[in-house]
Nanobody, 126 residues
Framework: QVQLVESGGGLVQAGGSLRLSCAASGRTLSRYAMGWFRQAPGKEREFVAT???????????YSADSVKGRFTVSRDNAKNMVYLQMNSLKPEDTAVYYC????????????????WGQGTQVTVSS
């Protein structure tokens, strides 16, 4: 069993930055695919970014086109932490952001993840 807890959300002006953190407990995350998703009111949960083990000490990251060049996903396996650095935030980035863990490398669909955090609210004002 894996428990995930997100933190770092808040209110920020457009153009600003936030860094979300996801703390994991229960198991070592090193071989898990770790993803970030978001869900705005009235919308479906959507993929933001993922970082997966791709052999040896190599990890591969993917991000949605809507955040490419602005958001960066990273992980610190020694600390069992995953991060989402969000720069140049836009009002349309406003959503609850979720951290997730699963076994499918490069997964971009919510059903491909097994464990979920409770979410952290990000609000970007214009």
């Amino acid at each position: 069993q894996v428990q995930l807890v997100e933190s770092g959300g808040g209110l920020v002006q457009a153009g600003g930055s936030l860094r979300l953190s996801c703390a994991a407990s229960g198991r070592t995350l090193s071989r898990y695919a770790m993803g970030w998703f978001r869900q705005a009111p009235g919308k479906e949960r959507e993929f933001v970014a993922t970082i997966s083990w791709s052999g040896g000490s190599t990890y591969t990251a993917y991000s949605a086109d809507s955040v490419k060049g602005r958001f960066t996903v990273s992980r610190d396996n020694a600390k069992n932490m995953v991060y989402l650095q969000m720069n140049s935030l836009k009002p349309e980035d406003t959503a609850v952001y979720y951290c997730a863990a699963g076994w499918v490398a490069g997964a971009k669909e919510p059903y491909q993840y097994t464990y979920w955090g409770q979410g952290t609210q990000v609000t970007v004002s214009s």
